[in-house]
């Protein structure tokens, strides 16, 4: 669960710092 958590946090980082970019990824995940 941790490796999960890891994870969804690195994922997170990277769509805020290229929010422009991934923003539909981004609302998927949200999700």
Known sequence: ?????LVLATAFALM?????DVSP?????AD
């Open 16 to 20: 805020t710092s290229a929010d422009a």
């Open 25 to 29: 990824l981004a609302n998927f995940a």
């Open 1 to 5: 669960m941790k490796v999960v958590a």
